[in-house]
């Protein structure tokens, strides 16, 4: 028999990330991130979808600047890992997660 599951947990998460260094000074990194379904109440009346998001992320370091450009959610996907109810075994009260978003940074040492 198996114990009843954690609310807003999931069973199985799974995480692959790869790097690859093109040249000398540059860095291309890559994921893929995949959460099962969990269920939002307690009672485990209803069940959140799984989803699957894939992430990249360019970096050039140039003296003592590192340039980024990262691409999380790569893909779009909708999906949500919030939500506070279940009605007749639907899941209610949801917050979705931010789509794809671009980000830029510089950092410098010093």
Not at 13 to 37: K, Y
Not at 59 to 87: H, M, P, S
């Amino acid at each position: 028999m198996s114990s009843p599951r954690s609310s807003l947990t999931p069973r199985e998460t799974l995480a692959l990330h790869v790097e690859w260094r093109p040249a000398p000074g540059q860095r291309l990194d890559g994921g893929l991130n995949h959460v099962a379904s969990q269920s939002p109440d307690f009672d485990n009346a209803c069940k959140m979808p799984s989803y699957t998001t894939a992430d990249l992320r360019y970096v050039y370091r140039w003296r003592d600047a590192e340039f980024a450009l990262g691409i999380t959610n790569l893909t779009d996907r909708k999906y949500f890992t919030q939500a506070f109810a279940c009605a007749n075994g639907a899941v209610t009260s949801i917050y979705p997660d931010p789509g794809r978003a671009v980000t830029a940074s510089v950092r410098l040492r010093f």
